[in-house]
């Protein structure tokens, strides 16, 4: 394999194993580009991107930039670095067109669906959330559109019933690595995206987990792994906010939001769902038995279906 003059650019865990394999091939890797440090949990504590920690791990050059679109001097620094290419995994910023152009390879994406099918923010969760049988990884020649370009390389996996968000997110960073490392290596040739069949991967959002009762069982099953481990899914019982962890359809019938036994068995609009796993706000993961122990529940009660 030839080395090559890089730049990467991503933030999230999801661009980590990426980053490290392209390290472990001996590519020279100028710069890396993540999202700058930000405010997180209670302390509001400034942290850094998962990227951000897996290069200064490594010794890279770590470069944050607020913005890209208009920043002159970020696009002079990016074309002084005379990369070969630059690899983007879920970088968080859009890439103006004197960036895009800079690379002699352009740039190319790391993208977690079968393009044309996914793009956008979330691939991962709406693959599960439709109920697909399998997903993948896609590298893609970037271009201004939004996943719009050619594709160089596909990788595909399966997705079992069930298969979580989480796990999902796992198999398709470590397989984007794989395909990266071989598209860098074998130089495939552009294939255009088909102009029919493509869906859009809506942003993430707190709301995005809460669980309507109307829905179909199997609707809510899907909901619920493909919102581990964010935003998580969660219902409102009495007056706790309920976070659903993991939860299985059963084949039993009653009014929507109506717990059918002593073990948090809820009608659905169609079957119904046991929830297995949950979790309180500020409180630990724990069986819904041990939840309980401490929160009895009885046979007819009416959950929620929006806190307000």
Request: charged letters at 15%.
């Amino acid at each position: 394999m030839t080395s090559l003059r890089l730049a990467f650019m991503g933030s999230p865990a999801f661009a980590v194993p990426a980053l490290q394999a392209l390290h472990g091939a001996g590519h020279n890797i100028m710069a890396v580009y993540t999202q700058p440090p930000r405010p997180a949990g209670r302390g509001k504590m400034l942290r850094r991107s998962a990227v951000h920690g897996a290069a200064e791990a490594l010794g890279m050059l770590v470069r944050h930039p607020p913005r890209l679109r208009h920043d002159t001097d970020a696009h002079a620094a990016f074309a002084a670095l005379d990369l070969d290419a630059a690899v983007v995994a879920a970088y968080g910023l859009i890439l103006p067109p004197a960036m895009l152009g800079a690379p002699r390879r352009g740039c190319l994406n790391i993208h977690a669906s079968l393009l044309p099918r996914w793009r956008g923010a979330a691939p991962i969760q709406a693959a599960i959330l439709a109920g697909d049988l399998e997903t993948g990884v896609t590298i893609m020649q970037m271009d201004a559109g939004l996943d719009t370009g050619p594709v160089l390389m596909v990788g595909r996996t399966p997705i079992g019933p069930y298969t979580t968000a989480a796990e999902l997110h796992d198999t398709l960073g470590a397989l984007g690595a794989e395909l990266m490392l071989q598209t860098l290596d074998t130089q495939p040739p552009p294939v255009p995206q088909p102009d029919h069949g493509a869906t859009y991967a809506e942003k993430l959002v707190r709301e995005s987990g809460r669980i309507d009762w109307n829905q179909p069982a199997a609707v809510l099953d899907r909901q619920v792994r493909a919102m581990t481990p964010w935003p998580g899914t969660w219902t409102v019982i009495g007056d706790t906010t309920l976070k659903v962890l993991q939860a299985v359809t059963e084949a039993a019938n009653g009014p929507p939001g109506t717990v059918l036994d002593s073990a948090l068995l809820v009608a659905c609009n169609g079957g119904a769902l046991r929830l297995l796993r949950v979790q309180q706000p500020g409180g630990a993961p724990m069986s819904a038995a041990a939840w309980l122990n401490g929160h009895p529940i009885h046979y007819g009660m009416r959950i929620e279906s929006t806190h307000t």
